[in-house]
């Protein structure tokens, strides 16, 4: 009931505005579209990738916490409602299986179509032997990094503090081929205690590598996007409202799509998590 | 009907009785857990992987070609017919998303249950400016790398010719903690011109890299592998039976779970695939 209550209140974050749900037969959650999030013709993909990870995560027979989330943005979503189901399709002893999709009528009054499906595994994990192979890169400290405004003027840019380290968008769509990695710092905007979903739609904010690495905006969009969790709870709540590092790299562009990897660290250097990307774009 | 022909003929490769699928109900094909791919409690996750793409690849629906793939191992496939689940769940112009499970009955008689889940993007591509990012590394040619055997006493390992470059199995299981790259030069045993599944399954070949980072032969299983393909059915036939450069690394081992990034490239410098997994690990 709190969620319901959540979206009236003055004081909510934007975030929580729009991973707001409301539940109806079991695991179907109805939410809503909200303009704070929204991208070019739909809401912000990241945005996506939370609501259906908090879907799940409010499920009343999950199992531990995200290990791995995998959406795939089979239609842009319009203004308006729409229907996300979760269901556990299997429960071992410490891991879970989950499929889940958003529905939404493509007209009012029509059928709903799907248009996103994902999975999620989700996990109980104890303590072993840790070691990392990907170090956080020597880069300055968040402080020293000076804020941007948004890139380009979509309001879901407005949600962020974006603090780039390297590989910002070309000071000039001159064509001119370069690297295609970035690195910034970032957090919400207003400031916002780290979770899972936050952290997953974090993954997802790199703007497309094909416009840095060929200093050309052509049209371009997610196809699908993978999270890997390398943090419990506990390191979340141990990086709090404090910066995270993220960075991302194409592997490959070819023939209409390209790839991407993303690493996510917090301050104290520790990977919360690692993502990877395949996206459309247009010659 | 020709694959059900395939799987008597005397001179059927092994992966062509592995992916053998009979078609039933609309989207349902029965596939048979062959013992040449077998691993220690199941079939080898490659070649489960490469016959859920095998179903939706002959479908009659299917559009285009697979560009994105994600396979979640819920449990473990066990010996006998199994049933794959393809379903389409939106078409567009030029991208497909499907859902795709596989189904058995853990005993005789029993109710089937979902073994596996997995998500599919296919999508017709067209030229375009393509360019790498990831290139091949330096490294001696195939010929020079001698072939190493099984390196543990499984069936699937001896359905590849290996050719390590760098990291293989350590030396000696002493925990003494190494890098988690691996280099290896692969083809199918005996060779078979390369496809989409032959190339989804490559995708898993590497071993544990908790092993290599370790030096410490732990239980450890993937749970979620997703695969890129950058490469279109020209570069396919254009391999053949060209041997593959597979390079796969770790990125963060922590409280049970690491995550792998892998690439593969042809001889001739091309990145076929890129590939990501999230692997159980014990203590």
New interface residues.
């Given amino acids: 009931m709190t969620d319901i209550n959540t979206t009236t209140r003055d004081d909510a974050h934007p975030l929580d505005e729009a991973l707001a749900l409301q539940p109806g037969a079991p695991g179907h959650y109805s939410g809503r579209s909200t303009p704070a999030y929204w991208n070019m013709v739909g809401p912000f993909g990241g945005v996506t990738a939370a609501t259906l990870l908090a879907a799940v995560l409010r499920h009343p027979q999950v199992l531990g916490e995200p290990?791995?989330l995998?959406v795939?943005y089979?239609?842009a979503i319009g203004e308006g409602d729409f229907t996300v189901q979760a269901v556990p399709?299997?429960t071992?002893r410490s891991?879970q299986?989950w499929?889940v999709?958003v529905l939404q009528p493509p007209a009012p009054g029509a059928e709903p179509?799907?248009?996103t499906?994902?999975?999620v595994?989700t996990?109980v994990?104890?303590?072993?032997?840790?070691?990392?192979?990907?170090a956080l890169p020597a880069v300055p400290a968040p402080a020293r990094c000076p804020q941007v405004g948004p890139l380009f003027p979509v309001q879901w840019l407005r949600r962020y503090e974006m603090r780039p380290v390297g590989g910002a968008l070309p000071p000039e769509w001159d064509g001119r081929?370069a690297?295609?990695l970035s690195q910034l710092w970032m957090r919400d905007a207003p400031a916002r205690p780290l979770d899972f979903p936050a952290l997953a739609a974090m993954a997802d904010i790199f703007f497309p590598?094909v416009w840095l690495?060929?200093a050309r905006q052509v049209p371009a969009g997610t196809?699908?996007i993978?999270v890997?969790f390398?943090?419990?709870a506990p390191l979340l709540a141990a990086t709090g409202t404090g910066y995270v590092l993220g960075q991302a790299?194409?592997?490959?562009?070819?023939?209409?799509?390209f790839?991407q990897?993303a690493?996510l660290w917090n301050e104290a250097g520790a990977?919360l998590a690692?993502s990877?990307q395949?996206v459309?774009?247009?010659?």
């Fill in positions: 290990l791995s995998t795939n089979a239609a399709v299997r071992n891991t299986h499929t999709s179509q799907v248009t499906t994902a999975t595994v996990a994990r104890r303590e072993t032997w840790s070691a990392a192979d990907m081929e690297d295609s590598r690495r060929r196809v699908s993978t890997y390398h943090a419990g790299r194409a592997q490959e562009f070819r023939n209409g799509f790839d990897t690493q990977l690692t990877h395949i459309y774009y247009k010659e």
